[in-house]
């Protein structure tokens, strides 16, 4: 699933061709996705100018100047393609602008969605109103997290990967910050120390922002809006690295925690 660095990459890549764009041409080439797609979309949006372009947590937001916003999410195997040869089955979404520029939504799992909101109320959209902070943002600190977190039995992975506790983080990020932060992925969140919630933070900025300069992880269907890849996934430092030698020559081992594979140093991370 893309996730904050990938949802981050595509909106900048889009924000290239549709920043104060008209749009000529909207279309939807079927009813839904995992949601149904707004049946007035086409009506709404044809016509308006793109008045800006921003994210929040795996969400893309495209704000308007009839007063709408579009906001979209990637799913399992969505991604933006501006300017494609042709249009394919999986081509759900296409918009085009006074420019001549065209850009498709392709998802062939369409565990992706399409939702239309009016700008000045898109903070009260239902998943954004159970969310906590953007980890990137001032909101997002030691002191938040060891109040959020007091008391947690779940493990640290597990806490983090619940988006009520911070937006956004996705279990590659996860786990790459559990590692450069030296934490124990299993061990129990309301244990971890101020000293390593304080290296947490710290980590987590860091591997985003290394993520997002490297157009975040491609692993099978994603891909930036210009076709490129993500080359994140060459500087990971444990993620899918099972059985691999870790920098402190211990191997990197993988356990699975609500669900999901957490990769690991038991060395470095106690």
Request: charge should be positive; charged fraction near 25%; hydrophobic fraction near 40%.
């Amino acid at each position: 699933m893309p996730e904050l660095p990938e949802v981050e990459t595509t909106v900048a890549g889009m924000r290239v061709i549709l920043q104060d764009a008209l749009l000529t041409r909207v279309e939807p080439r079927r009813a839904d996705l995992r949601f149904p797609i707004p049946v007035d979309l086409r009506q709404r949006l044809t016509g308006a100018r793109i008045t800006g372009l921003s994210r929040r947590a795996k969400y893309g937001l495209i704000a308007t100047d009839r007063g709408d916003m579009m906001i979209f999410h990637l799913g399992m195997s969505g991604r933006w393609r501006i300017d494609p040869e042709a249009i394919g089955t999986h081509d759900h979404l296409i918009v085009e602008t006074g420019a001549g520029h065209v850009l498709a939504l392709n998802d062939p799992r369409r565990f992706g969605s399409i939702d239309l909101v009016r700008s000045d109320s898109w903070e009260s959209y239902p998943p954004f109103t159970r969310m906590g902070p953007e980890p990137l943002g001032p909101d997002f600190t030691p002191a938040y997290l060891a109040g959020v977190l007091a008391g947690k039995a779940a493990s640290i992975k597990v806490a983090l990967l619940d988006q009520r506790i911070v937006a956004g983080l996705g279990n590659i990020y996860v786990c790459e910050a559990l590692n450069m932060a030296g934490i124990v992925p299993h061990g129990a969140a309301g244990q971890v120390s101020r000293a390593k919630l304080k290296a947490l933070v710290d980590a987590i900025r860091a591997v985003l922002a290394a993520a997002i300069t490297a157009g975040g992880s491609t692993l099978r269907d994603y891909a930036r809006p210009d076709g490129e890849l993500g080359y994140f996934s060459k500087q990971w430092r444990v993620y899918g690295r099972e059985g691999e030698s870790c920098g402190c020559g211990t191997m990197i081992a993988r356990r699975v925690d609500g669900g999901r594979s957490t990769f690991f140093c038991p060395n470095c991370q106690r």
